[in-house]
């Protein structure tokens, strides 16, 4: 786990790359961005900054070049903004969490299509007989017998 120190750098650095992105940086490469994470190493020389790009590859791939080519620019506002000794180099990587979601909503979506196809294909049926409770059984001659003698008796 990282120290407070470093996590605080690593959410002022978040800031001040989404700001530059936002009003400095005026390529027309750069496409809808959106910085998610960033991580720095605990002796804060380098910085791993993570984002999205809204769009599809073509858009991604000509932001990546756009964040590269700024990259000196935007290190040396991090470097006044902090006011470090040392500023950390920045590395841009995309983000692989929107594909990660979207992955895992296809997974979810076919498996709760496979659930209600069993569902729907279920019918109800019991294992053994309709009505599984013992019944008393009444033998008929017994009737029969107690029907016989009651007769009997009436006659006397």
């Not at 786990?1 to 992105?21: F, G, H, N, T, Y």
């Not at 998610?36 to 190493?41: A, F, K, L, M, P």
């Not at 979207?102 to 729907?120: C, I």
């Not at 049926?125 to 009436?154: H, I, M, N, Q, S």
């Amino acid at each position: 786990m990282a120290s407070p120190r470093v996590r605080k750098i690593a959410d002022r650095i978040q800031v001040i790359v989404a700001e530059m992105l936002e009003r400095r940086i005026k390529d027309p490469r750069l496409g809808f961005v959106t910085v998610t994470d960033v991580r720095v190493t605990g002796d804060t020389q380098q910085a791993t900054i993570f984002y999205t790009v809204l769009g599809d590859n073509s858009d991604l791939d000509s932001t990546a070049a756009a964040l590269e080519s700024a990259k000196g620019l935007i290190r040396s506002e991090v470097g006044k903004q902090l006011g470090m000794r040392h500023v950390p180099s920045l590395t841009f990587i995309a983000d692989a969490l929107p594909e990660t979601a979207r992955h895992l909503e296809d997974v979810l979506a076919r498996a709760k299509a496979q659930d209600e196809a069993v569902a729907a294909a279920r019918v109800e049926t019991y294992a053994g007989e309709e009505d599984p409770y013992k019944k008393p059984r009444e033998d008929e001659d017994d009737l029969d017998e107690d029907l016989d003698a009651d007769d009997e008796d009436l006659d006397d």
